[in-house]
């Protein structure tokens, strides 16, 4: 029987896990490339692009990738870890360790702290690159955006340029603090047919729903009638929420320009919570690759037992659902004002790290 030193075991566990992670990122990062190098396909079709047309649509997608392939991160590693402790489990390494001296626990802490270690990297170095990629990238597709649209926040207020067929509209509306753009006050919507000045649409305060803005008290003045209404219901060719997103896309920033930004659009009235969102879970990067690690031995090396390759696939993309899922519930928990907004960020990680805590601690025979 062969004796492992703990040296020798580490720097082996290491150099195995650093081969699944390696696999897993290089098959994760092809689906990725060629998903997106399909939706860019789709959106690009009626542009007008000269020369090249597929070259600078897979250039695009490849500088948009590296963003998507950090969101998906920790699924990578969750799949990392099944099939390094599968490949552990068929080759029946885990015997010879545990007479050896070792313990499971050894066994899941090593790769375990190496995915903290290698978050910390993710979040401090390849952030920044990733962040000025996703900048470059959402510069070209505003570019080609239908309708031209466009949101400002200033200190002057809203101000919305509004691209509707042959009709082109400035709106302007109070600063607010409400995340959703659900309530606007003191809105004026100038409407242009042609460059020409149409009408002038006045309201104190508008409900926003989708695309339809349920305005009250409102003054509409054209060059020959004034009407006053006490409701009215705008239709916008744009969805105010997803407008939103260009102002305030999170995957713009890295962690070492997150906070000041945040700071700048609080200046302008705005709370920046896609910024919190955003700081808070690469804060909780490190914390959650190393729950994925533990999580990832749940039906491997803790049942001892070599399931189907099938099974494992399933459960692994199971409990990513089911990761996702409490993830995003406890975001949209969090943006309701339901629960602090940092909470609901840190929340499904706390649970995490409690499972893993409790996981490391139990009794293996």
Do not use: C
């Not at 803790?302 to 692994?316: E, P």
């Amino acid at each position: 029987m062969k004796r492992y030193t703990p040296k020798i075991l580490i720097k082996y566990l290491i150099k195995e896990f650093a081969f699944s992670l390696l696999i897993f990122t290089l098959i994760f990062s092809s689906l990725i490339i060629l998903t997106t190098f399909v939706e860019e396909l789709i959106f690009f079709k009626e542009k007008q692009i000269n020369n090249n047309f597929f070259l600078k649509i897979f250039i695009l997608t490849l500088i948009k990738s590296p963003t998507l392939i950090f969101n998906f991160s920790p699924f990578i590693f969750l799949f990392s870890g099944i099939f390094f402790y599968v490949k552990f489990l068929k080759n029946n390494e885990i015997s010879p360790m545990s007479l050896s001296g070792f313990s499971l626990n050894f066994i899941t802490l090593v790769p375990a702290i190496f995915s903290f270690f290698l978050g910390i990297v993710i979040i401090a170095v390849l952030t920044p690159v990733t962040s000025q990629l996703s900048k470059y990238y959402e510069s070209v597709k505003q570019k080609y955006s239908d309708n031209d649209n466009l949101l400002i926040m200033s200190n002057t207020g809203i101000w919305i340029k509004e691209n509707k067929g042959m009709e082109k509209l400035i709106i302007r509306a109070d600063r607010n603090t409400e995340e959703n753009f659900s309530k606007l006050k003191n809105i004026t919507i100038y409407i242009f047919n042609n460059e020409l000045f149409k009408e002038r649409i006045a309201s104190e305060q508008a409900t926003i729903k989708d695309n339809e803005w349920h305005l009250h008290n409102v003054n509409i003045t054209s060059e020959t009638s004034v009407r006053n209404l006490k409701n009215y219901i705008y239709t916008s060719a744009i969805n105010l929420e997803k407008l939103k997103s260009y102002f305030s896309n999170s995957d713009i920033y890295s962690i070492w320009n997150i906070n000041s930004q945040l700071e700048e659009i609080r200046d302008r009235g705005y709370y920046g919570q896609e910024l919190i969102i955003k700081l808070n879970k690469q804060l909780s990067l490190p914390f959650l690759l190393f729950s994925m690690i533990i999580i990832s031995t749940l039906f491997t090396i803790k049942v001892n037992y070599s399931f189907n390759n099938f099974i494992y696939i399933f459960l692994g993309i199971l409990i990513g659902i089911v990761v996702y899922f409490i993830n995003d519930l406890s975001i949209a928990l969090g943006e309701s004002g339901k629960i602090p907004l940092i909470l609901s960020v840190w929340m499904p990680v706390i649970l995490l790290m409690i499972y893993s805590t409790y996981s490391l601690i139990r009794s293996y025979d």
